[in-house]
């Protein structure tokens, strides 16, 4: 059984397992950027393998986990049964599910008519909204210097995307901000999870039939590379699959105020990744906003909290 934490350790667990959940989500941005920005595939395509792969992954590991308790010696029975089973005897939170699926659905096709940009802001805009709500009507009290966070971090959201901002579509509209708030949802869900990888597993494949028939439903037509079959794949088994799990296991460090403020950092660690792996060019906008964004985030991780 795995030891207990030390206050010590608590920190950098967190951070090290915040980072990992946040560099996932950016990967997704990018790999979504190329399949749908490059016409490599169809957006209702790409949201069911993604959904599909990740589910598929996520059920291996489980069973494979599964397998592997078997010593004796090393668990007491009780810690040798929580393993014993699959995914599909997690007692299924499928109001996660559900979230998980309205919002792999929402933004894939959101972005066949939104701006990058507009998009970005739309997102996070409704993720801080909804996990902010929910941390004011708790516990959970922001101090003055963490609240200068979160405006600095916004701010420097809202530079950073400010050339890409134009008058949104509303169906594009409507379906990133419903995206936003499911994402939020999804995530203060992941805060009371006790096994993160049989919990996103057991969400994966609730969401699968969802997302599918959804896809099914609002696509426009199928489009199908290579390529773009490859890119879905990794997004949903690496970087999203995975990556939700060390996100639900990061959530159970961070308050919801704190989850919501350093997903503000996502859209700058994207732009960053555009410029060393597609070639994008670096401009003073992006250092600056970055500079803001994620010193925004730095105040409120850092910063007290009072209840």
């Given amino acids: 059984m795995e030891p207990s934490p030390t206050v010590g350790s608590r920190p950098a667990r967190a951070a090290g397992l915040t980072a990992l959940a946040m560099l996932a989500f950016a990967g997704n941005s990018l790999l979504c950027r190329l399949a749908l920005g490059r016409g490599l595939l169809d957006a209702g395509t790409f949201a069911t393998v993604r959904i599909l792969c990740g589910a598929l992954l996520l059920a291996v590991l489980v069973s494979r986990a599964a ?24 007692a299924r939170d499928w109001i996660a599910a559900i979230a998980l699926a309205v919002y792999m659905v929402s933004f894939t096709f959101a972005y066949l008519s939104l701006a990058a940009g507009t998009g970005a802001l739309l997102l996070f805009g409704a993720v801080q909204l909804t996990m902010f709500v929910a941390a004011l009507r708790g516990t959970e009290r922001l101090s003055a210097v963490a609240w200068l966070g979160v405006a600095l971090a916004v701010g420097g959201l809202c530079y950073l995307v400010a050339p890409g901002i134009t008058a949104p579509e509303p169906m594009g509209a409507a379906l990133m901000a419903a995206a936003g708030v499911a994402w939020g949802v999804y995530s203060l869900r992941g805060r009371s999870s006790i096994d993160p ?6 969400n994966f494949i609730g969401a699968v039939p969802m997302v599918a028939i959804a ?6 037509g199928h489009h199908i590379t290579t390529q773009g079959l490859v890119l879905a794949v990794a997004s949903g088994a690496i970087t999203s699959g995975l990556g939700y799990v060390v996100w639900y296991a990061a959530l159970r460090y ?5 989850a919501a403020t350093v997903q503000l950092s996502v859209p700058v660690i994207a732009a960053i990744g555009g410029v060393l792996l597609l070639a994008e060019p670096l401009t003073l906008r992006l250092v600056l906003a970055s500079i803001a964004t994620l010193g925004g985030i730095a105040l409120v991780v850092g910063g007290r909290q009072r209840a």
């Fill in 215 to 220: 896809s099914l439903f609002i696509a426009r």
């Fill in 67 to 90: 397998r592997h308790a078997v010593d004796p010696d090393a668990e007491p029975a009780r810690g040798r049964d929580r393993f014993a089973r699959g995914p599909a005897d997690e």
């Fill in 254 to 258: 961070l308050s919801a105020a704190r």
């Fill in 197 to 202: 990888l049989r919990s996103t597993a057991a």
